[in-house]
């Protein structure tokens, strides 16, 4: 900032200029214009290179700070950044993101009734797009939030987004929050626009139309749209450069049909009413994100993205035999996470390209075998401890939460039944003190607290196991990490027991442990 001020002190500061700056600012400048007058053309030469070597903010290359705006949240915000340098004014003048939502403005008008308040909406909305057009600037992003939908603001939000697409948009960001299944009938405009990159629809309806035409749109995310299958389709084969794909929360998909897109990079279906298939082919897909219900299963064939990288899939319905039929086809899969795959049972993991495996939730998993030599991080939760590592030696970072399980409604803690069950922790756990990063989760009912702290020299709680102690005899220290205030958290029967204790009331407590 500092480079700023010295490049504006070149010229002398108006008077109103000078009420904008702080006392520190114009100390600045006028130091910067009493060192000026001192020197010589050749130091002033000098003095002007390292202030501009000292502006590093803009030097940064445009797309950077294209970025840096699209970030901001407040137009406002966006535009204050004009006075950072004739490179960032002469940016924001080209980059324009308008952002509109409608809770917020009625908000700050302080308007009770609610004609008024949607009367004070389309008032701001369109005085904000006429005096944005009578500056010619150009409209990089348009987004608007309708929290108040209503048939009479339909033709004006379709004359805003028409005047946005008119001068050039290349996103439009359209959120409307439904009432009563009324959504909003995108126009059908939108699909014939040559300039749009991105667009991100929330509580659309989209019509059928057979000649959709976006050459350059690159992002297409649908949440909560209803959509005809016939449009799904045509989207997909009229946008050729379409990198990245999300459906989420939509109605009318029956099936999932991709090829052809060379450029895809990402896919995500999520909670979808209704698919029955979904099939990608394409090559350079990277990511592929599917979570689904059980009472609607759903057929996945990505045998055609062999350089798949990313994989997640939250799949109640998915089989052992599902799973290593599509694995095994991911030679270069870096992250597998799997989510409530309540059907898998037994698993082998083998890959020498895996980093990072999620396993959550899989409540019928009886065992998987991982073999991955190279795997930095690792997470599991669940009320089993089903797992076993080959060579868990590039293991970086694991996390593990173990849930009681409910058998004929009594709670089932672990260890209770398997007394090799805290062993067998113990053995995990030697095999990974290399790692920087560890977290164990292990939630009871039990009186944790006092058995820790009150075990003594040697604990009786196995007299009738000689050859296996459990956990407390081989535990060589116990420190208390932290205690931590629970306001606000979810109330489960342990933090239950935690409130109830008069020293620990509503406190947590963190222990670090040694063996």
Known sequence: MKGVHHKSSRNKLSTRDRKKLSGEDLNTIDETVGQRKKLSGEDLSELDHRVESRDIISQLPEHIIHHILSLLRDTKDAARTSILSRKWRQIWTSFSILKFDQQKIQEQEGCLEMRNKTKTFKDFVANSLNNHLKQKLSIQKLVLHITSYDLELAPHMDHWINIAIENNMKELDLHVVVK?????????????????????????????????????????????????????????????????????????????????????????????????????????????????????????????????????????????????????????????????????KNLTISSTQLKKLVLRGCKNLMEADIDAPNLFSFEYKGDKMPFSFSNPSSLKAAKFSFEPVQIDSHEFHLGDADPLWFFRLRELLEKLKHSSGLKLIVRSKKLVYEKMMHRGENPNCCPYNTQNKCWRHSLKGIKIEKFEPAYGKSTSDWIAWLKSSPTLQYQTTSYRLSW
């Open 180 to 344: 009563k299944s009324r959504y909003y009938y995108l126009p059908q405009t939108v699909f014939a626009s040559n300039t749009i990159t991105g667009l991100r629809l929330h509580g659309c309806k989209l019509k059928f139309r057979s000649n959709i035409k976006l050459p350059q749109l690159q992002k297409l995310y649908l949440h909560e749209v209803h959509v005809d299958q016939q449009i799904v389709d045509n989207l997909i084969s009229s946008c050729p450069l379409i990198e990245d794909l999300r459906f989420i929360h939509c109605t009318g998909l029956q099936n999932l049909q991709v090829s052809s897109l060379l450029k895809l990079d990402r896919v995500e279906v999520h909670h979808c009413h209704v698919p029955k298939e979904i099939k990608v082919n394409a090559p350079n897909l990277q990511t592929f994100w599917y979570c689904g219900k059980k009472s609607l299963p759903c057929k996945i064939d990505l045998v055609a993205c062999v350089f798949l990288k990313r994989l997640t899939l939250e799949d109640a319905n998915m089989t052992d035999e599902m799973f290593e039929d599509q694995f095994a086809r991911f030679p270069f899969l870096e992250i597998l996470d799997l989510s409530k795959c309540n059907n898998l």
